[in-house]
């Protein structure tokens, strides 16, 4: 059975791809940060996949935790097929550069990216002893352009930082059967993140091109299909689920 590793997997859209996974085949581990309650109601309502499905509390940007993390999944499952980046902090509030502190600057890009570099650190190793992995991380539309988003510059340099070392990640480990690959979500509010794409097309969004905002479950389908062993051509790819939204000049 392979095992996926979904950071923030208890909630909003990771909690779509952990029972995806489930769904799936898949054994998962799935973090989450501090909400616990919310922890415990996904492990209720998966009781059916309880001896494949492992929850740990782990904060995105303490590289402790991150290390700890990857020892209790190596002890409990033997192996790790597929990194899911689902973990991100954001900051909602709308301020330029220079109104960041040093502390929510540092968070935003460890939380992002750093934290993506510790975890690669660890699981790659055994990815390549398996000859065989799946990454997905996380960014934003029009990240590979690494374009300018104002009010957001440090998630925006976080998550294009991420879109370069995605990209090279999926070079470097091609010969060893890993993936890489980004996937950038459109607007997904609320409720809509942990919601199936029956729900979302109940919902009429005029926002979006294709009318109806985007859900949890677009994502997850994105990231399993990522995950399939036979989508090994795909790699290095900036995948877009946005329903044709312009995420930042709609924020602008």
């Not at 402790?64 to 499952?77: F, G, I, N, P, Q």
């Not at 926002?207 to 290095?236: K, Q, W, Y």
């Amino acid at each position: 059975m392979r095992h996926a590793l979904i950071t923030a997997g208890t909630k909003g859209l990771g909690r779509m791809v952990t029972k995806q996974l489930l769904e799936d085949g898949y054994s998962v581990t799935a973090t989450y940060r501090s909400d616990r309650h919310a922890a415990e109601q996904l492990a209720k309502e998966l009781s059916d996949y309880e001896e494949h499905l492992h929850i740990v509390q782990a904060d995105m940007t303490n590289k402790e935790d991150l290390y700890r993390l990857v020892v209790e999944t190596k002890s409990e499952y033997q192996r790790i097929d597929a990194l899911i980046l689902n973990a991100g902090p954001y900051i909602f509030e709308r301020k330029k550069l220079i109104d960041y502190t040093d502390t929510e600057w540092s968070e935003m890009i460890t939380g992002n990216l750093s934290s993506t570099f510790y975890l690669l650190k660890e699981v790659l190793p055994m990815m390549r002893e398996q000859r065989y992995g799946r990454i997905v991380t996380y960014g934003f539309q029009g990240a590979d352009d690494a374009p300018g988003w104002k009010f957001r510059s440090a998630f925006a340099a976080a998550k294009t930082g991420l879109v370069s070392l995605t990209k090279t990640v999926s070079i470097e480990e091609a010969e060893n059967g890993i993936t890489a690959n980004m996937v950038c979500p459109g607007i997904i509010a609320g409720e809509m993140k942990e919601a199936t794409i029956i729900e979302g097309k109940r919902q009429k969004d005029e926002h979006t091109p294709i009318g109806r905002s985007g859900t949890g479950e677009d994502i997850a389908r994105t990231v399993a299909f990522l995950c399939d062993e036979n989508s090994d051509m795909i790699t290095g790819a900036v995948i877009e689920v946005t329903g044709g939204v312009d995420v930042i000049n709609r924020y602008r």
